[in-house]
């Protein structure tokens, strides 16, 4: 595997972007100092966890949504076989104990599909306002990034393969099992626009089914909670 290890960057995204390198390709950082998350958001990014982008080129991937589900469940597939039981809140993150221990962002940039994974590995703790979980703090043990690096791409590539092949459908089941707030009251909130329901089940193509007091709607982006 071609894996570039760096100590500390602004975000493995940009570093990704910015050289020249083959498709298959991996970018790692110790530490990011501008590490990101989805809609601009902030990923924390301190040393103990795992921050790496994975540039693919050939991929005739339309949207970038849906590689971030399928990398959230070869997080999941993958932290299952460590003993970790993880959940996937829609649509990229990861959670154990009901705070977020993972979570993917694909962006493009001309031929390029990034696709960026930030993994709590060996973290003692984290700041009061930041709802997070390491491995460590699951399971008490230190862990090689090295080894989880590479398992876990060994995970991501199988279903990104998967995806490209076969398409959604081979992950809808296994994805709605592993689906946080599934069949419970939520509030998705997409840029101001509200919607208020049951959280029915995962779409054919990945969108979150509501049942709202209207009737089912189907969503294609935005943010899930529970409703309180
Ligand atoms: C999210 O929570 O919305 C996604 C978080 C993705 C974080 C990873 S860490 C490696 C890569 N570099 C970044 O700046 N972000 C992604």
């Given amino acids: 595997t071609c894996v570039l290890w760096l100590e500390e960057v602004s975000s493995t995204q940009d570093v990704a972007k910015e050289k020249e390198l083959p498709s298959g390709c991996v970018v790692v950082a ?3 100092l501008s590490g990101r998350g989805r809609r601009g958001r902030r990923w924390f990014s301190q040393e103990g ?3 790496f982008s994975l540039l693919l080129r050939t991929a005739p991937i339309r949207d ?4 971030t589900l399928v990398a959230a469940h070869a997080v999941c597939r993958f932290l299952q076989k460590e003993g970790v039981h993880a959940s996937i809140k829609w649509v990229n993150d990861v959670y154990v104990k009901g705070k977020k221990i993972s979570g993917a962002l694909a962006e493009r940039s001309k031929d390029k599909l990034i696709l960026g994974i930030g993994i709590n590995v060996n973290q003692g703790s984290f700041p009061e306002d930041v709802p997070a979980i390491s491995m460590r703090m699951v399971t008490g043990k230190e862990y090689d990034k090295k080894r989880i690096l590479l398992e876990l791409l060994g995970f991501l590539e ?3 393969r998967l995806l490209m092949n076969k398409g959604f459908s081979p992950f809808r089941d296994v994805i709605e ?18 919607t208020v329901g049951l959280l029915h089940h995962l779409g054919e193509d990945g969108s979150l089914v509501i049942l709202t007091a209207d009737g089912y709607k189907r969503i294609l982006a935005g943010d899930v909670s529970l409703k309180s």
Avoid at 64 to 67: G, R, S, V, W, Y
Avoid at 177 to 194: C, K, S
């Fill in 30 to 32: 110790n530490r990011q």
């Fill in 49 to 51: 966890g795992l921050y």
């Fill in 177 to 194: 099992e592993r689906l946080l707030f599934l069949g419970e009251e939520v509030i998705v909130e997409d840029a101001g626009d509200i």
């Fill in 158 to 160: 199988e279903d990104i």
């Fill in 64 to 67: 970038e949504q849906t590689i």
